[in-house]
């Protein structure tokens, strides 16, 4: 299951297998360097930063990737561009197919210092998966000189997505997330958290604005849709979720699927699908 706080391995009672990333290089022996690797589930590959930039992306599976920022979520045709000096670490729930590119920081700093999820489009796939496919220690011709500047031009250009939820920074939110993550069923209003916590329902929408940009009704509602891109990546069916979810019913999750993604499940799974072929 998807949890949207901060820490995962912490706010979890699951066996993560934890590993340190593996990486032959103190400093990058390229201009970008390839990095392929096929995660079992339940992996977690601890917080570390370096000194160079780079692009995670996942081929089949849903990987999360957390920062101090929040946890960002990553199904086959998201990337996650992850600046210089960024601490971050990887958590993949089931088995995941992870493709990376580490980038010198000269090479990307017109793409900015911010963690950012954008959406993979055909040819920035195709890119990736080619440039992945490159040895470690390829040859630095025009030909892979012009493939990298495209990538890097592709990136600059990507839009960004919203499969992201930001660390709180407020205690008094810390047991409603808790509750909601373990249980998205939970039929508590905010009027029953407010007793509950100890504020008023008037200040834990104000909080919810301040930390999420939204009230609590539209932070569950969000939260309830990204715990279904796992679901629906591990062909559980629209039935089963929209249960497991608190859905009222089936037609109910499509519709609020509709409003967060701007497309149905079915249309998701099937460009999903799709990303995976190219």
């Known amino acids: 299951m998807i949890i949207m706080t901060i820490n995962l391995s912490i706010q979890t ?15 990058l022996p390229r201009p970008v360097v390839p990095l392929t690797r096929d995660y079992e589930e339940m992996t977690q590959i601890i917080s570390h930063q370096h000194t160079w930039s780079q692009l995670a992306y996942s081929c089949a599976g849903v990987m999360h990737i957390e920062t101090d920022s929040g946890i960002f979520v990553l199904p086959p045709e998201q990337a996650l561009w992850i600046p210089p000096n960024t601490r971050h670490q990887h958590f993949c729930k089931n088995k995941v197919s992870y493709r990376s590119l580490h980038i010198d920081a000269a090479l990307s700093r017109e793409l900015g ?21 490159w040895p470690k220690d390829y040859a630095e011709t025009e030909q892979t000189q012009r493939f990298i500047l495209v990538l890097l031009d592709r990136l600059a250009v990507a839009k960004s997505n919203q499969l992201f939820m930001p660390t709180p920074q407020d205690r008094r939110l810390f047991p409603i997330i808790e509750t909601l993550n373990d249980n998205p069923a939970n039929k508590l209003t905010i009027e029953d958290w407010a007793r509950t916590v100890g504020a008023s329902s008037r200040t834990l929408n104000r909080l919810f604005n301040q930390n999420y940009g939204m009230g609590f009704s539209r932070w569950k509602q969000k939260l309830r849709i990204l715990k279904s891109i796992e679901l629906l990546s591990s062909n559980t069916s629209l039935v089963n979720i929209a249960y497991e979810l608190g859905y009222e019913s089936t037609s109910s999750f499509i519709t609020g699927f509709k409003k967060q993604l701007g497309c149905s499940p079915k249309k998701y799974l099937a460009n999903e699908k799709k990303t995976d072929v190219l």
């Open 13 to 27: 009672n699951a066996n993560w297998k934890s590993h340190k990333p593996r990486r032959y290089y103190d400093t």
């Open 113 to 133: 210092d911010k963690v950012r999820p954008l959406n993979v489009d055909s040819l920035l796939k195709s890119l990736i998966l080619e440039i992945t496919s």
